[in-house]
Structure formats: structure tokens, C-alpha cells
């Protein structure tokens, strides 16, 4: 077992999907919208880090069949049992989200909350790789994932910006800093450096931050990015 199954199997034996950040007992608003407005290619969804599979309803309404995948079987086996009874035609197994066990182009919709950000940095462009490599032409791609920490007022954390981009900046330097980089659209990850980390053939429609307050009352940056699998 891999040390990431490892550490995600613990996490899963010891909470319940509800103590976790980012659980939610519905959809994010941002998939209920992108499903209800814009016009997708048919065919299978994928949920990336589906967790306790809370979106996999949702997707299966749309999409035929919504498959999930985490790398915990605790966390498939609970997704399993949510979407039990659903409408429509719902697949759940455990995958790493870098190495997933299917052929390229097979996906209309890949989605992920809350998986992208527990990959480490350096591997995120092999990550969206990978995602791209699943999209059939003109399939979309819906992330959502923290950049940052806001404090209690809903500032950026500095802290947090310290520990990724500060360590060779002094105090005052590093505030400043950190308020250019809130300035320019989003702390952590910049609008231009999510453009590019997406592979060419995936075009951005929509690339935003939001704040967001996590079930443990902390106060989070989330990317939201959209994008499609056109041809170049
Ligand atoms: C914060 S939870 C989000 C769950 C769900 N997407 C949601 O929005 O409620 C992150 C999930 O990603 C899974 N995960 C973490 N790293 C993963 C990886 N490398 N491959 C697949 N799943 C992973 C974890 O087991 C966990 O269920």
C-alpha cells in the first residue's frame, strides 16, 4: 500500500465523512450551476477524491455512468452506500488520481473538490495531465481546491504565504508581499499560474477564487477553474 493510501485509509477509519474540511451534505453551488447552464459532451462523469460520493447523484442525473474514485477504500465503501437507490447508473473504486485505471478520452465531465490540493505542488501539472488525458473532445473540467488561508477578517494568511513563498523575505517585505499577491487575484495560486499548469489543450472559461468557510469554522481560499478539452 502506498503511503498516501496509508495516511488516507487512517484519516477515513478515524472520522466520519462530515469531519472532514470540506464535507458538505449537498453539491457545491458551482457543479449544480455549471450542469443546469452550460451544454456538455455526452457520456460518462468522473469524480476525482469522490470521498463520501455526495456529488455522484447529482452527476448520474447527467451523466451515464458517474464514476467515482478515491484512494481510500473506506471512503469508496461509504460513497457506495450513499449512492445506493440513486437514479441513473453510479460506479465507485478505489484509484490513485495519478495513475487512473482508464483509457484515454472516455470522459465527457471530470470533477474534483478538495483532491487536487492534497497532491503535493510539484505534481499538480502531471495531475491535470492526467485529467486532460481522460476528457473526450470537448469535455469540461471542473476543479475546486484551496489556494489559501484567509484570516479571521478574511484577509490572506500570512502565515500561511510565509510557508510557501516568503522564507527569503523580511517581515515588512513579506507583508507587502503577500498583499500584492491577494491584489492580483488570488494568494498561493495566481490566475496566470493556473493557466499555466493547464495543459495547452485545455482551454480556461472561467478561472476564480472564493472564500470559503470550512465546517471547522476556518476560513479557507478556494480556485474554482473550468476548462474544456478543445483540439490544437
Ligand atoms: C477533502 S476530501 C473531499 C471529498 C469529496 N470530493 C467532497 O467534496 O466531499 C479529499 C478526498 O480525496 C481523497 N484523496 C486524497 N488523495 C488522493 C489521491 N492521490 N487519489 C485519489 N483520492 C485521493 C481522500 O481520500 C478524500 O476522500
Redesign the pocket.
Known amino acids: 500500500m502506498s503511503p498516501?493510501r496509508e495516511h488516507?485509509e487512517r484519516?477515513?477509519q478515524r472520522r466520519s465523512?462530515s469531519d472532514?474540511?470540506?464535507?458538505?451534505a449537498e453539491p457545491p453551488a458551482q457543479l449544480l450551476r455549471l450542469l443546469a447552464e452550460a451544454p456538455t459532451a455526452t457520456g460518462p462523469a468522473l469524480?476525482?477524491?469522490?470521498?463520501?460520493g455526495?456529488?455522484l447523484p447529482a452527476l448520474a442525473e447527467r451523466f451515464d455512468p458517474a464514476v467515482g474514485?478515491?484512494?481510500?477504500l473506506r471512503?469508496v465503501l461509504e460513497a457506495r452506500k450513499y449512492s445506493r437507490g440513486a437514479p441513473g447508473s453510479i460506479l465507485v473504486l478505489v484509484?490513485?488520481?495519478?495513475a487512473l485505471p482508464f483509457g484515454d478520452g472516455q470522459f465527457a465531465f471530470v470533477f474534483?473538490?478538495?483532491?487536487m490540493h492534497?497532491?503535493p505542488r510539484p505534481r499538480w501539472s502531471a495531475y491535470l495531465r492526467e485529467l486532460e488525458r481522460l476528457l473526450k473532445p470537448q469535455g469540461l473540467l471542473q476543479i475546486l481546491f484551496v489556494g489559501s488561508t484567509l484570516d479571521g477578517r478574511g484577509r490572506l494568511s500570512i502565515r500561511r504565504i510565509a510557508a510557501g513563498v516568503g522564507r527569503r523575505l523580511g517581515r515588512g517585505k513579506l507583508r507587502r508581499s503577500a498583499l500584492v499577491r491577494d491584489r492580483g487575484g488570488g494568494a498561493g495560486l495566481s490566475l496566470s499560474r493556473m493557466r499555466a499548469l493547464l495543459p495547452a489543450s485545455l482551454e480556461p472559461l472561467r478561472i476564480e477564487h472564493f472564500p470559503y468557510r470550512t465546517s471547522r469554522g476556518r476560513n479557507r481560499l478556494f480556485t474554482h477553474c473550468i476548462a474544456m478539452k478543445v483540439a490544437r
Not at 20 to 24: G, K, P, T, V, Y
Not at 95 to 98: D, F, I, T
Not at 112 to 115: F, M, P
Open positions: 498516501q488516507w484519516l477515513w465523512a472532514f474540511e470540506f464535507s458538505a469524480d476525482v477524491g469522490c470521498g463520501s455526495v456529488v474514485i478515491d484512494i481510500s471512503a484509484a490513485e488520481a495519478l474534483d473538490r478538495g483532491c492534497n497532491i
